[in-house]
């Protein structure tokens, strides 16, 4: 029954990091979009894409939160006890990017709403951030069974730090990739070039971080990476193999089929560290 119960906690942190991560990688796309005038047409498809289903996938952080509390107190206690600084400022970060997002939708004057803009699109990377580094101080192994572990070296250590850039770098890739897909649906080419160049930027960048990630899992925490490279090799595989697709494919196919692709790759990672942390 526990395995069962855990295997349905991983389902939810699957949901919460492919909605919620594309989400938050259109407001690490805003961010970056430019001025007033410039990233007007960005920002209005990131809007666009978003607006309706934005606050939403947060229903799946809630489950997790929910499931994790009521089936597994002890292990929850300790991650609680343990890691509640990061944990406090990727809430505080939700907090941020709710209240930035509905600010700017109803403010009117570009002065006014770029505090709002700026709210929102900063958080969109805390919180993914210090999200990835909770999975990391988790699966290395600094979450103490009893709890009250380190509140600093649990999630300020080498592992931590690149599961949290690694986040960031998956959910500006998710962000992209359903960008692009929007912006052909629209028809409009030169925004959608401009999400294209984006979701291969990220993907490289995810690319390079993944090498340096098993020189510091190697090092940092060895019973994470002989897992990775043992029963979780295939979804790896599979994870890399999808989302090169998508970018392969990205200029060529209908939009329906991009996002499942990414989605695939991303819930590939996903499954790969739940199989290396069981």
């Not at 990672?269 to 739940?274: A, H, K």
Request: aromatic share 10%; net charge positive; hydrophobic share 55%.
């Amino acid at each position: 029954m526990s395995e069962l119960v855990a295997g349905g906690l991983l389902v939810g942190v699957l949901a919460y990091a492919i909605f919620a991560g594309a989400d938050f990688g259109a407001g690490l796309w805003d961010l970056t979009a430019g001025g007033a005038e410039r990233g007007r047409a960005p920002r209005a498809l990131i809007d666009h894409s978003i607006g309706p289903v934005w606050e939403a996938n947060h229903t799946w952080l809630i489950y997790c939160l929910v499931v994790f509390w009521s089936a597994f107190p002890v292990p929850f206690a300790a991650v609680m006890s343990t890691l509640y600084l990061p944990l406090g400022f990727a809430v505080l970060g939700i907090v941020l990017r709710g209240a930035g997002f509905a600010f700017r939708k109803v403010l009117t004057r570009t002065e006014h709403q770029r505090p709002g803009g700026v709210a929102f699109a900063s958080s969109s990377v805390i919180t993914p951030f210090f999200f990835g580094a909770v999975g990391g101080g988790i699966a290395s192994g600094r979450v103490p069974a009893r709890g009250a572990g380190d509140p600093l070296t649990s999630w300020l250590n080498p592992i931590s730090l690149l599961t949290g850039l690694m986040a960031v770098g998956v959910c500006a890739y998710l962000g992209a990739v359903f960008l692009t897909a929007d912006a052909r649906r629209q028809r409009d080419h030169e925004l959608e070039r401009w999400c294209r160049r984006r979701a291969w930027l990220a993907a490289w960048v995810i690319g390079a971080l993944s090498i340096a990630g098993l020189f510091v899992a190697h090092a940092d925490a060895p019973r994470l990476f002989s897992r990775l490279l043992g029963p979780a090799l295939p979804l790896t595989v599979v994870s890399v193999l999808a989302g090169v697709a998508a970018l392969v494919l990205l200029g060529r196919v209908a939009p329906r089929l991009l996002r499942p692709l990414a989605a695939l790759a991303v819930a590939a990672l996903v499954l790969g560290w739940g199989v290396a942390q069981y």
